[in-house]
């Protein structure tokens, strides 16, 4: 069953918002409104519509959910697909799925948090907050571990499809806490799932709290974001997808043929809930987007500070920043946001700040094409 959230706009102008795209909003609101009285949806949905359908043939993907914000209020949630085909469950706005390294982003608002209030300095060495971490041949930062360039290594092998279950963030740094470092801090940019364990750690010295409890009473909780949470081995969620790994036989352009797709093997991601182990709805990500367009959360000047580019030693900007990747739209138009990559599950997670734009997708299947080339080709259907 199709499922569409549209909230009348509060709004109908700003300074500086270009009429064009006020009537465009306002338009597209009002016919999904009326949805349920006549048939004929707005073009610019059908478009989308079609995209994802598209997107899904193409690339054998069983389920996926899209929810879009545009000018701060959401005027698309809906479904694709199967939460699970042997059940023949539908996907809603509501199913959650696994929404892997976008985990970074929504941990990186508590450690905003933590920055405004004073409790966590960014530039002091790690070991002042988790004084059980092995000092290296160099010291490393917050800072460091959250732009990816203080040189803890990522993944190796298959680390990724780890059954082992972490009890707290400090025995899951154990994978990697004897390990040297790649090269010396600030040198180069190396994208590190394993330093956001780090980090996390860092948060729990900072705050005096289990690093879980911290995010659902500051994070969570303030912003509404119900779907969000751990995924625990031990416990059931509602409206949880189930998981499948897809392989194509062979390719032929943009079209995969013979695919076999099968449900994927179980893991435990209790070892990376900061930098990869949390699942949601599409709706609390874009809801968490929607936090970052005002300063009703967190102050402008730290939203600045956390989405800016990181710089090397060198001078070389890496593009990411605190929790935030950042980019540019195919006009020009400068996205922050963040993609994830989990066992059986993908994400894509955009803001165009200019535009006050959301979007966020998310997928019951890995791998399978690029979520950030259909998230752009979608939020181009809203933004002409």
């Known amino acids: 069953m199709v499922n569409r959230t549209v ?3 509060e709004e109908l102008s700003q300074p500086g918002r270009k009429e064009i795209r006020e009537l465009k909003r306002v338009l597209i609101a009002g016919f999904i409104l009326i949805s349920g009285l006549f048939s004929n949806e707005p073009d610019i949905l059908n478009d989308a519509a079609k995209m994802v359908r598209k997107f899904m043939r193409q690339h054998f993907i069983p389920g996926l959910s899209i929810t879009v914000a545009d000018q701060g209020t959401i005027v698309w949630s809906e479904g694709f697909g199967f939460a699970d085909r042997r059940n023949r469950e539908r996907v809603t706005p509501e199913t959650k799925m696994r929404i892997g390294s976008v985990s970074k982003t929504v941990t990186a608002a508590g450690a905003a948090l933590l920055y405004d209030q004073e409790l966590l300095d960014l530039d002091e060495p790690v070991q002042q907050y988790v004084p059980y971490f092995p000092e290296k041949r160099w010291p490393i930062t917050t800072r460091q571990l959250m732009g990816h360039i203080s040189g803890i290594r990522h993944y190796r092998e298959n ?3 780890g059954d082992r279950f972490y009890p707290n963030v400090q025995d899951g740094l154990e994978i990697f806490s004897k390990d040297t470092l790649l090269f010396k801090p600030e040198t180069e940019y190396s994208y590190s799932s394993y330093a956001w364990n780090l980090v996390s750690s860092v948060m729990e010295g900072a705050a005096g709290e289990d690093f879980l ?4 009473r500051n994070v969570f909780n303030p912003l509404e974001m119900h779907s969000i949470s751990p ?16 392989r194509p036989i062979f390719n032929i352009g943009d079209y995969s043929f013979f695919k076999m797709r099968k449900e994927s093997e179980h893991v435990d991601n209790s070892y990376k809930w900061a930098g990869g182990g949390f699942v949601s709805n599409t709706r609390d990500l874009v809801l968490f987007g929607l936090s ?3 300063d009703t959360f967190l102050k402008p000047e730290i939203i600045e ?6 710089v090397t030693s060198e ?8 929790g935030w990747r950042s980019g540019e739209t195919k006009t020009g138009l400068r996205w922050v946001g963040h993609s994830g990559g989990s066992v059986g599950g993908r994400a894509m997670f955009v803001i165009i700040p200019e ?3 959301v979007i966020a997708i998310l997928v019951n299947s890995s791998p399978g094409g690029s979520l950030e080339e259909l998230a752009m080709d979608v939020l181009g259907q809203f933004l002409k």
């Open 305 to 310: 500070m956390w989405q800016a580019s990181q």
């Open 355 to 357: 535009e006050r734009f």
């Open 7 to 9: 909230p009348f706009p």
């Open 315 to 322: 001078g070389e900007k890496t593009n990411y920043g605190l």
């Open 292 to 294: 970052h367009l005002d």
């Open 159 to 161: 680390e990724m499809l």
């Open 231 to 246: 995924e625990h081995r031990d416990s059931t969620l509602l409206h949880l997808a189930t998981f499948y790994t897809v």
């Open 213 to 216: 409890m911290f995010m659902e």
